[in-house]
């Protein structure tokens, strides 16, 4: 799953930025704008799981009891 979730994500990436344009110094800058979201956006998110990746856990008796010693 994890491939096919990768190859879909990279060529929507290779779609939006396979633009040939006349000159190569114009720039589309809509499609790079909506591509730094996209990729700031996967950044907060592997942030935020990264940062909330143990709390989620619950806490066992033993662990509870050898903390109020």
Do not use: H
């Amino acid at each position: 799953m994890k491939q096919l979730t990768e190859l879909v994500l990279l060529t929507v990436f290779l779609a939006l930025f396979s633009q040939a344009e006349a000159n190569p110094f114009v720039y589309n800058y809509e499609a790079l704008r909506i591509g730094g979201l996209v990729f700031t956006g996967l950044l907060v998110a592997g942030g935020v799981t990264v940062l909330c990746w143990g709390q989620c856990k619950p806490k066992r008796k033993d662990e509870e009891d050898a903390s109020k010693i």
